[in-house]
């Protein structure tokens, strides 16, 4: 994928750029605010790692503002040392998409950026999610694998949604904690890996092939094995 | 304030300024009260004149219409005989002003041709006296003159008005004592809070304003004053505190990481034995930055910066999801986790917070409680109350000398330091409980912790919430509120 990262602290950005590259993305690089709105404005994009604080006269927002302004939607990742609640949410509101806050580990920034720019790629509203023989119909909420009916509580139910949607990509804790309960904290205990252990359990055990699997240092990707 | 009036103009001192406006409002009341008392004595008299005048001119006139000249000068021979008190003044004259009838010498010189009323002096069987007269031409060209000696009028009314003025003098020298009085007193009182304002940004923050214990307007200014004093005195030992404790805290994971990257340069056998330092290292880092961003949250939240975001909500909702989270975590260490909440638990205040801060008490729970335990996450609430959310354990609980402290940042019990966590737990929940004009109530479960957490349901006045230890140990309860 494409993406464009508009960072001008030197470390940060070289370190951004070459985990994106290693991580097989093509990327692009600005290091003030006006490059980075050239950029972003005549090129396509599937995603921009945004700072907030950039030299050149254009800071992180104005350029979001202008950049959503001239109705462009390429998916937006603001990455800050601004840690304020207030500041994520003036972020969210000026056209962001998500909001990261410095210092940050780079398995968690590589997995939102790619949860950013697949949802970017828009698909349709889908009634069916699917992921080798795991298939889930959205509309009668029923879970199948392999043909066999799987009982899923509620919560359990979106966490796999969750985790099929993002199918094929690493997703991290926070990313669960934020997209399947709506929690902006970090619990001290580990509840959310008590819960998709549980999922493990129902989606995993019965089957031969798991298709749940654990990321090291990052989280969790299900993932249908290529046989 | 020596200072201030050396420095600035006289009318730029306040004490001055009430003081002139003290004398000025004296002094013009007793103008006031002067004019009116001059007005009802002097003024009456002088009014009754005229009148007495003006009902005596109308009987002469009539006579002078129904018969002509003759019965005039009768009638003015008979009111002057008449007169008792010898004060009426008559005098008819004819058209070349000389006079016909009446008990003045002659026509009087300042009388004036077309004059109505008029005072003048007149000199009568030998006395000297003011009058008071009105002149009135008749048909034929004749003259009258009707009056009444005002003399005794004239000298009461100079006594009123010698007495008056010298009232007003008094008045005058009181009303400027009285205003160097309010003045003297102004400075009196202020005198003290601007000594202890200037000793205090001098430094010396134990300086407190002087309470009189009259429990005037003046008492509550000072204790207002002292109260702000003593927040700020809290202010700047929880910050004194606090940078002493990151200095610790802190210091010892950055150590820790250091030494092993140090260790890793100089004694790794190869790329594995590098690789792991760096990762633990890494690790202590993120812990280092976990404490960095709940110290931050803390802040954030103390400085009541996010009552912006606040609206009513459902407590009851939050609380049965976060159980939901917890349970699972729960059971899989051995423990229950039993939720008692009522269909609906309304409150005021920022979800976000109140979520983070049953979390971290549900944390807390989780990670000192033995397993076979149960965990209970209770709410209630009344109608105009603020909602309570009791987290209760079985654990080893806190014991009562340390219970006052566990909310205090990077508090940590003793038996809680061979836990993971950053003692920076609890000091959220006070902190959001605060800000929500509620407060966080830690006390013995018999055995165990229970952890009272209030949430007001409507916009709260002011912070105010204190943490409250219940005394009633009878165990050892040794673990705090990490996090």
């Given amino acids: 994928m494409r993406i464009l990262v508009v960072e001008d602290d030197k470390d940060v950005a070289g370190f951004v750029i070459k985990g994106l590259r290693e991580a097989g993305h093509v990327v692009e690089h600005a290091d003030n605010g006006r490059d980075g709105l050239f950029l972003s404005a005549s090129e396509n994009f599937d995603a921009i790692v945004l700072d907030r604080m950039l030299p050149g006269g254009v800071d992180g927002l104005r350029l979001l503002e202008t950049l959503r302004g001239q109705n462009n939607n390429t998916p937006v990742l603001i990455l800050s040392a601004m840690a304020q609640v207030d500041d994520r949410v003036r972020g969210l509101k000026a056209g962001g998409d998500d909001y990261m806050t410095k210092p940050f580990a780079f398995a968690e920034l590589l997995a939102r950026v790619e949860a950013l720019a697949r949802r970017g790629k828009g698909e349709g509203p889908a009634t069916k999610l699917a992921a080798g023989d795991l298939e889930m119909d959205l509309l009668s909420r029923a879970v199948k694998r392999a043909g066999q009916k799987i009982d899923l509580q509620p919560r359990e139910f979106r966490l796999l949604e969750y985790l099929m949607r993002h199918a094929g990509q690493v997703v991290t804790r926070t990313m669960l904690l934020e997209g399947v309960w709506d929690y902006h904290f970090d619990p001290q205990t580990n509840v959310i890996d008590v819960h998709v252990s549980r999922l493990r359990q129902k989606v995993d055990k019965p089957f031969p092939t798991p298709l749940i699997h654990t990321v090291r240092n990052a989280g969790y990707m299900l993932r249908a094995e290529q046989p | ?483």
């Fill in chain 2, 1 to 483: 304030m020596a200072a201030l009036s050396r420095r600035r103009p006289l009318i730029g001192s306040a004490g001055v300024r009430f003081g002139l406006i003290y004398a000025f409002t004296f002094a013009l009341s007793t103008i006031i009260l002067a004019v009116f008392l001059w007005w009802s004595t002097a003024g009456l008299l002088d009014r009754q004149t005229d009148a007495a005048i003006t009902v005596d001119a109308q009987g002469l006139l009539e006579r002078y219409v129904d018969g002509g000249l003759p019965p005039l000068e009768d009638t003015i021979e008979q009111r002057m005989a008449g007169n008792i008190d010898d004060d009426a003044i008559y005098l008819l004259a004819d058209p070349f002003y000389r006079k016909m009838v009446g008990n003045l010498e002659r026509w009087p010189p300042s009388v004036l041709p077309d004059t109505d009323w008029t005072q003048i002096r007149i000199e009568r069987a030998g006395r000297r006296g003011m009058a008071q007269i009105r002149q009135f031409d008749l048909l034929g060209g004749y003259h009258l003159l009707i009056g009444r000696d005002v003399e005794a009028h004239a000298q009461m009314a100079r006594l009123l008005t010698d007495a008056l003025l010298w009232a007003v003098g008094v008045a005058l020298l009181l009303g400027s004592l009285g205003a160097l009085a309010v003045r003297g007193l102004f400075r009196f009182t202020l005198a003290d809070v601007s000594a202890t304002a200037a000793a205090i940004s001098a430094g010396d923050l134990s300086r407190r304003v002087r309470v009189s214990g009259r429990g005037d307007e003046f008492d509550r200014l000072a204790e207002t004053i002292n109260d702000m004093l003593d927040r700020i005195g809290r202010l700047m030992d929880g910050v004194r505190q606090v940078s002493n404790a990151i200095a610790h805290d802190l210091r010892t994971p950055i150590a820790r990481a250091r030494a092993r990257l140090e260790d890793a340069a100089e004694h790794a056998r190869g790329e594995v034995d590098l690789r792991a330092a760096i990762v633990r290292a890494e690790a202590d880092l993120d812990g280092v930055i976990a404490i960095f961003q709940a110290l931050l949250r803390i802040a954030e939240i103390e400085a009541g910066a996010r009552r912006s975001a606040f609206a009513p909500f459902d407590l009851a909702p939050l609380l049965l999801d976060l159980a939901d989270l917890y349970a699972a975590a729960a059971e899989e260490r051995g423990q229950r986790l039993a939720p008692e909440i009522p269909p609906s638990l309304p409150a005021f205040g920022d979800r976000d917070m109140v979520q983070q801060a049953v979390a971290n008490l549900l944390d807390n729970a989780l990670k000192f409680s033995p397993p076979g335990s149960a965990i209970r996450l209770g709410a209630s609430g009344e109608a105009g109350q603020p909602a309570r959310i009791t987290v209760a354990d079985e654990g080893p609980g806190i014991p009562e000398p340390d219970r006052l402290r566990a909310a205090e940042r990077f508090f940590r019990g003793e038996s809680a330091r061979s836990t993971p966590g950053s003692g920076l737990g609890l000091a959220l929940v006070q902190a959001v409980a605060t800000l929500h004009g509620g407060s966080l109530r830690l006390e013995d479960n018999r055995p165990g912790l229970r952890a009272t957490l209030t949430i007001g349901t409507r916009q709260p006045p002011l912070p105010g919430g204190r943490v409250n230890a219940t005394s009633s140990a009878d165990q050892s309860h040794a673990a705090i509120g990490a996090a």
